[in-house]
Protein backbone atom coordinates (compact mmCIF):
# COMPACT_ATOMS: atom_id res chain seq x y z
CA UNK A 1 0.00 0.00 0.00
CA UNK A 2 1.90 3.14 -1.61
CA UNK A 3 1.55 6.88 0.24
CA UNK A 4 2.84 9.66 -0.70
CA UNK A 5 2.93 12.66 1.81
CA UNK A 6 3.27 16.22 1.05
CA UNK A 7 4.18 18.63 3.66
CA UNK A 8 4.64 22.79 2.63
CA UNK A 9 3.44 24.25 6.05
CA UNK A 10 6.32 26.79 6.60
CA UNK A 11 9.27 27.08 4.26
CA UNK A 12 10.58 23.40 3.32
CA UNK A 13 9.08 21.99 0.95
CA UNK A 14 8.96 18.58 0.94
CA UNK A 15 7.54 14.96 -0.29
CA UNK A 16 7.69 11.23 1.10
CA UNK A 17 6.41 7.84 -0.34
CA UNK A 18 5.92 4.83 2.14
CA UNK A 19 4.99 1.60 1.51
CA UNK A 20 2.83 -0.34 4.37
CA UNK A 21 4.02 2.08 6.46
CA UNK A 22 7.55 2.00 5.81
CA UNK A 23 9.53 4.75 4.34
CA UNK A 24 11.00 4.45 0.95
CA UNK A 25 12.06 7.94 -0.01
CA UNK A 26 11.77 11.43 2.17
CA UNK A 27 12.65 14.80 0.08
CA UNK A 28 13.45 17.97 1.44
CA UNK A 29 13.84 21.03 -0.45
CA UNK A 30 14.97 24.02 2.34
CA UNK A 31 14.64 27.54 1.42
CA UNK A 32 17.84 29.25 2.18
CA UNK A 33 16.37 33.00 1.12
CA UNK A 34 15.07 33.76 4.53
CA UNK A 35 17.80 33.73 6.70
CA UNK A 36 18.48 37.28 4.78
CA UNK A 37 15.41 38.56 6.93
CA UNK A 38 16.28 36.99 10.05
CA UNK A 39 12.77 34.85 10.18
CA UNK A 40 10.51 33.05 7.56
CA UNK A 41 8.71 35.76 5.07
CA UNK A 42 5.64 34.16 4.04
CA UNK A 43 5.11 35.54 0.26
CA UNK A 44 8.59 34.33 -0.29
CA UNK A 45 7.39 30.73 1.17
CA UNK A 46 4.64 30.59 -0.98
CA UNK A 47 6.39 31.25 -4.01
CA UNK A 48 9.41 28.81 -3.32
CA UNK A 49 6.79 25.76 -2.71
CA UNK A 50 5.38 26.60 -5.65
CA UNK A 51 8.96 26.27 -7.81
CA UNK A 52 9.70 23.12 -5.74
CA UNK A 53 6.49 21.47 -5.26
CA UNK A 54 6.89 19.52 -8.92
CA UNK A 55 10.32 18.50 -9.16
CA UNK A 56 10.11 17.53 -5.08
CA UNK A 57 7.42 15.30 -5.77
CA UNK A 58 9.17 14.01 -8.93
CA UNK A 59 12.09 12.87 -7.10
CA UNK A 60 10.10 11.55 -4.26
CA UNK A 61 8.41 9.36 -6.55
CA UNK A 62 11.50 8.08 -8.56
CA UNK A 63 13.69 7.65 -5.62
CA UNK A 64 11.20 5.17 -4.14
CA UNK A 65 10.28 3.60 -7.66
CA UNK A 66 7.08 4.39 -7.72
CA UNK A 67 4.41 5.64 -10.26
CA UNK A 68 1.79 7.79 -9.49
CA UNK A 69 -0.77 5.01 -10.57
CA UNK A 70 0.63 2.54 -8.54
CA UNK A 71 -0.46 5.55 -5.43
CA UNK A 72 -3.02 4.39 -2.66
CA UNK A 73 -3.63 7.58 -1.28
CA UNK A 74 -2.07 10.95 -0.41
CA UNK A 75 -1.38 12.44 2.50
CA UNK A 76 -1.02 16.28 2.59
CA UNK A 77 -0.15 18.45 5.60
CA UNK A 78 -3.75 20.61 6.43
CA UNK A 79 -2.39 22.91 8.86
CA UNK A 80 -1.23 24.31 11.26
CA UNK A 81 1.04 26.99 9.65
CA UNK A 82 0.96 29.67 6.87
CA UNK A 83 -1.87 29.94 4.81
CA UNK A 84 -0.13 30.66 1.67
CA UNK A 85 2.53 27.93 2.27
CA UNK A 86 -0.31 25.61 3.04
CA UNK A 87 -2.46 26.34 -0.01
CA UNK A 88 0.35 25.15 -2.10
CA UNK A 89 0.29 21.51 -0.86
CA UNK A 90 -3.06 21.50 -0.29
CA UNK A 91 -3.71 22.52 -3.92
CA UNK A 92 -1.78 20.29 -5.19
CA UNK A 93 -2.48 17.24 -3.26
CA UNK A 94 -6.18 17.67 -4.13
CA UNK A 95 -5.16 17.79 -7.66
CA UNK A 96 -3.07 14.75 -7.81
CA UNK A 97 -5.15 12.76 -6.06
CA UNK A 98 -7.95 13.86 -8.05
CA UNK A 99 -6.40 12.39 -10.98
CA UNK A 100 -4.96 9.43 -9.92
CA UNK A 101 -7.96 8.44 -8.54
CA UNK A 102 -7.38 7.81 -4.56
CA UNK A 103 -8.52 9.43 -1.60
CA UNK A 104 -7.18 11.83 0.06
CA UNK A 105 -5.97 12.13 4.32
CA UNK A 106 -5.66 14.91 6.12
CA UNK A 107 -2.35 14.97 8.82
CA UNK A 108 -2.44 18.02 11.29
CA UNK A 109 1.21 19.01 11.25
CA UNK A 110 1.63 18.34 14.99
CA UNK A 111 0.06 14.97 14.87
CA UNK A 112 2.98 14.54 12.43
CA UNK A 113 5.61 15.43 14.65
CA UNK A 114 4.28 13.34 17.84
CA UNK A 115 4.29 10.39 15.61
CA UNK A 116 7.94 10.97 14.16
CA UNK A 117 9.19 8.32 16.49
CA UNK A 118 7.33 5.99 14.67
CA UNK A 119 9.31 5.79 11.34
CA UNK A 120 11.74 4.02 13.48
CA UNK A 121 12.47 0.34 14.29
CA UNK A 122 11.67 1.24 18.35
CA UNK A 123 7.79 2.51 18.06
CA UNK A 124 6.22 3.80 21.50
CA UNK A 125 3.25 1.50 23.29
CA UNK A 126 0.73 3.42 24.10
CA UNK A 127 0.11 5.52 26.02
CA UNK A 128 3.23 7.25 25.90
CA UNK A 129 4.06 11.23 26.69
CA UNK A 130 5.49 13.25 23.71
CA UNK A 131 7.24 16.49 24.56
CA UNK A 132 6.49 18.52 21.28
CA UNK A 133 8.94 21.37 20.57
CA UNK A 134 8.79 23.32 17.33
CA UNK A 135 9.49 26.70 15.72
CA UNK A 136 5.36 27.68 16.34
CA UNK A 137 4.56 25.16 19.19
CA UNK A 138 5.58 23.90 22.83
CA UNK A 139 2.90 21.18 24.12
CA UNK A 140 3.00 17.96 26.73
CA UNK A 141 0.88 15.91 24.60
CA UNK A 142 -0.68 12.48 26.06
CA UNK A 143 -0.78 10.26 22.81
CA UNK A 144 -3.48 7.40 23.59
CA UNK A 145 -3.90 5.83 20.67
CA UNK A 146 -2.60 6.64 16.77
CA UNK A 147 -5.33 8.83 16.56
CA UNK A 148 -6.01 10.10 20.05
CA UNK A 149 -3.81 12.62 21.24
CA UNK A 150 -4.31 14.64 24.35
CA UNK A 151 -2.77 17.99 25.02
CA UNK A 152 -2.19 18.56 28.52
CA UNK A 153 -0.01 21.67 28.27
CA UNK A 154 0.73 24.15 25.90
CA UNK A 155 2.67 27.36 25.29
CA UNK A 156 0.40 30.79 26.09
CA UNK A 157 3.14 33.08 24.21
CA UNK A 158 6.44 31.76 22.53
CA UNK A 159 7.64 28.45 21.64
CA UNK A 160 10.70 27.31 22.68
CA UNK A 161 12.06 27.43 18.83
CA UNK A 162 11.26 31.11 19.11
CA UNK A 163 12.95 31.48 22.34
CA UNK A 164 15.77 30.06 20.32
CA UNK A 165 15.39 31.93 17.43
CA UNK A 166 14.71 35.56 19.22
CA UNK A 167 17.60 35.28 21.42
CA UNK A 168 19.48 33.78 18.51
CA UNK A 169 18.68 37.11 16.87
CA UNK A 170 19.61 39.59 19.69
CA UNK A 171 23.29 37.95 19.63
CA UNK A 172 23.48 38.53 16.01
CA UNK A 173 23.39 35.09 14.92
CA UNK A 174 21.48 33.81 11.56
CA UNK A 175 18.42 32.51 11.59
CA UNK A 176 17.11 29.53 12.13
CA UNK A 177 19.59 30.11 15.59
CA UNK A 178 18.41 26.87 17.33
CA UNK A 179 21.04 24.53 16.22
CA UNK A 180 23.91 27.12 16.05
CA UNK A 181 23.30 27.78 19.79
CA UNK A 182 23.09 24.26 20.24
CA UNK A 183 26.47 24.20 18.29
CA UNK A 184 28.19 27.52 20.32
CA UNK A 185 26.79 25.79 23.80
CA UNK A 186 28.86 22.76 23.66
CA UNK A 187 31.81 25.15 24.16
CA UNK A 188 30.47 27.11 27.10
CA UNK A 189 29.90 27.27 30.80
CA UNK A 190 25.74 26.54 31.30
CA UNK A 191 26.11 27.68 34.34
CA UNK A 192 27.83 31.00 33.51
CA UNK A 193 24.33 33.15 33.39
CA UNK A 194 20.70 33.43 35.34
CA UNK A 195 17.70 33.97 33.33
CA UNK A 196 14.42 34.44 34.54
CA UNK A 197 11.83 31.57 34.18
CA UNK A 198 8.10 31.46 34.34
CA UNK A 199 5.63 30.76 36.67
CA UNK A 200 3.00 29.52 34.50
CA UNK A 201 -0.12 27.19 36.03
CA UNK A 202 -1.03 23.55 34.89
CA UNK A 203 1.36 22.08 32.43
CA UNK A 204 1.63 25.38 30.58
CA UNK A 205 4.35 27.13 28.93
CA UNK A 206 5.81 30.55 28.88
CA UNK A 207 9.04 31.76 26.97
CA UNK A 208 8.19 35.31 26.36
CA UNK A 209 9.59 36.13 30.02
CA UNK A 210 13.15 34.41 29.46
CA UNK A 211 13.27 36.70 26.12
CA UNK A 212 12.45 39.80 27.92
CA UNK A 213 15.26 38.96 30.52
CA UNK A 214 17.69 37.83 28.10
CA UNK A 215 17.30 41.09 26.39
CA UNK A 216 18.04 43.42 29.58
CA UNK A 217 20.42 41.32 30.47
CA UNK A 218 22.29 41.83 27.11
CA UNK A 219 21.50 45.43 27.51
CA UNK A 220 22.71 46.23 30.85
CA UNK A 221 26.08 44.44 29.87
CA UNK A 222 26.61 45.85 26.66
CA UNK A 223 26.68 49.26 28.52
CA UNK A 224 30.09 48.40 30.44
CA UNK A 225 31.22 46.10 27.70
CA UNK A 226 30.37 47.00 23.86
CA UNK A 227 32.13 43.65 22.76
CA UNK A 228 29.86 41.10 25.89
CA UNK A 229 28.42 39.23 23.24
CA UNK A 230 31.67 38.08 21.35
CA UNK A 231 33.51 37.65 24.62
CA UNK A 232 31.01 35.70 26.52
CA UNK A 233 28.92 33.88 23.08
CA UNK A 234 29.07 30.25 23.87
CA UNK A 235 28.59 30.84 27.68
CA UNK A 236 25.47 32.68 26.73
CA UNK A 237 24.42 29.98 24.40
CA UNK A 238 24.87 27.37 27.10
CA UNK A 239 22.93 29.28 29.87
CA UNK A 240 20.12 29.60 27.61
CA UNK A 241 19.85 26.87 26.42
CA UNK A 242 20.19 25.10 29.50
CA UNK A 243 17.45 27.85 31.04
CA UNK A 244 15.24 26.38 28.13
CA UNK A 245 15.45 22.53 28.80
CA UNK A 246 15.11 23.13 32.31
CA UNK A 247 11.67 25.17 31.70
CA UNK A 248 10.59 22.51 29.03
CA UNK A 249 11.84 19.62 31.63
CA UNK A 250 10.36 20.51 34.51
CA UNK A 251 6.73 20.51 33.20
CA UNK A 252 7.31 17.75 31.10
CA UNK A 253 8.69 15.08 34.38
CA UNK A 254 5.85 16.56 36.18
CA UNK A 255 3.09 15.98 33.91
CA UNK A 256 4.73 12.10 33.02
CA UNK A 257 4.52 11.53 36.61
CA UNK A 258 1.01 12.23 37.27
CA UNK A 259 0.16 10.48 34.36
CA UNK A 260 1.75 7.19 35.36
CA UNK A 261 3.12 6.97 31.73
CA UNK A 262 6.34 4.40 31.08
CA UNK A 263 7.43 5.64 27.94
CA UNK A 264 8.46 9.14 26.68
CA UNK A 265 8.96 10.69 23.44
CA UNK A 266 10.07 14.10 21.97
CA UNK A 267 9.11 15.73 18.15
CA UNK A 268 9.85 19.12 16.33
CA UNK A 269 12.80 21.12 15.69
CA UNK A 270 14.07 21.84 18.83
CA UNK A 271 14.21 18.35 19.67
CA UNK A 272 17.34 18.24 17.39
CA UNK A 273 19.01 19.67 20.55
CA UNK A 274 21.71 17.77 21.99
CA UNK A 275 21.19 19.14 25.12
CA UNK A 276 17.63 18.24 24.96
CA UNK A 277 18.20 14.70 24.00
CA UNK A 278 20.47 14.28 26.52
CA UNK A 279 18.56 15.44 29.19
CA UNK A 280 15.37 13.10 28.14
CA UNK A 281 17.84 10.03 27.89
CA UNK A 282 18.79 10.88 31.69
CA UNK A 283 15.13 11.45 32.92
CA UNK A 284 14.44 7.86 31.22
CA UNK A 285 17.72 6.13 33.27
CA UNK A 286 16.18 8.32 36.70
CA UNK A 287 12.48 6.90 36.37
CA UNK A 288 13.36 3.79 33.99
CA UNK A 289 11.14 5.03 31.23
CA UNK A 290 11.94 3.99 27.71
CA UNK A 291 12.81 6.93 26.01
CA UNK A 292 11.85 7.84 22.05
CA UNK A 293 14.55 10.30 20.39
CA UNK A 294 13.30 10.36 16.68
CA UNK A 295 16.73 10.62 14.29
CA UNK A 296 17.43 13.94 13.54
CA UNK A 297 16.36 14.14 9.50
CA UNK A 298 12.39 13.51 11.12
CA UNK A 299 12.91 16.24 13.53
CA UNK A 300 12.48 19.26 11.60
CA UNK A 301 9.68 19.66 8.87
CA UNK A 302 9.64 16.65 7.02
CA UNK A 303 7.24 14.97 4.62
CA UNK A 304 7.96 11.40 5.88
CA UNK A 305 6.12 12.15 9.35
CA UNK A 306 3.34 13.14 7.37
CA UNK A 307 3.36 9.88 5.30
CA UNK A 308 3.68 7.87 8.67
CA UNK A 309 0.57 9.93 10.73
CA UNK A 310 -1.15 9.37 7.11
CA UNK A 311 -0.51 5.69 7.06
CA UNK A 312 -2.26 5.22 10.70
CA UNK A 313 -5.12 7.20 9.29
CA UNK A 314 -5.39 4.83 6.14
CA UNK A 315 -5.52 1.90 8.27
CA UNK A 316 -8.29 3.87 10.42
CA UNK A 317 -10.37 4.31 7.07
CA UNK A 318 -10.12 8.25 7.95
CA UNK A 319 -9.82 9.83 4.61
CA UNK A 320 -10.15 13.64 4.05
CA UNK A 321 -12.54 15.70 2.09
CA UNK A 322 -11.66 16.84 -1.27
CA UNK A 323 -13.67 20.44 0.13
CA UNK A 324 -11.43 20.29 3.02
CA UNK A 325 -9.41 24.11 3.23
CA UNK A 326 -5.99 24.95 4.81
CA UNK A 327 -5.79 25.93 8.73
CA UNK A 328 -3.79 28.05 10.21
CA UNK A 329 -3.93 28.00 13.90
CA UNK A 330 -4.62 24.41 15.58
O1 LIG B 1 9.66 21.84 13.72
P1 LIG B 1 10.32 22.94 12.98
O2 LIG B 1 11.13 22.61 11.78
O3 LIG B 1 9.29 24.02 12.53
C1 LIG B 1 8.00 24.10 12.97
O4 LIG B 1 7.20 23.19 12.65
O5 LIG B 1 7.73 25.10 13.67
O6 LIG B 1 11.22 23.70 14.05
C2 LIG B 1 12.04 24.77 13.72
C3 LIG B 1 12.68 25.26 15.01
C4 LIG B 1 13.44 26.57 14.85
O7 LIG B 1 13.00 27.44 15.88
C5 LIG B 1 14.89 26.16 15.06
O8 LIG B 1 15.68 27.18 15.64
C6 LIG B 1 14.74 24.98 15.99
O9 LIG B 1 13.63 24.29 15.50
N1 LIG B 1 15.91 24.09 16.00
C7 LIG B 1 16.67 23.88 17.10
C8 LIG B 1 17.70 23.00 16.71
N2 LIG B 1 17.53 22.69 15.39
C9 LIG B 1 16.42 23.37 14.98
N3 LIG B 1 16.57 24.38 18.34
C10 LIG B 1 17.49 23.99 19.23
N4 LIG B 1 18.52 23.16 18.94
C11 LIG B 1 18.66 22.63 17.71
N5 LIG B 1 19.67 21.81 17.43
Not at 74 to 103: D, E, H, M
Request: glycine share 10%; net charge negative; with cysteine.
Amino acid sequence: MNILAIESSCDDTSAAVLTDGSLKSNIIASQKIHALYGGVVPELASRAHQQNIVPVVSVALKEAGTGVHELDAIAYTRGPGLLGSLLVGVSFAKGLALGANVPLIEVNHLEGHVMATFLTDDKPQFPYMCLLVSGGNSQVVKVVDYNHFEVLGQTIDDAAGEAFDKCGKMMGLPYPCGAIIDQLASQGNAQAFTFAKPHVPHYDYSFSGLKTSFLYFLRDQLKTTPDFIELHKADLCASLQRTIIEILLEKFERACIAEGVREIAVGGGVSANSGLRAALVALGKKYGWHVHIPPFQFTTDNAAMIGIAGYYKYLAHQFGDIEAVPFTKN
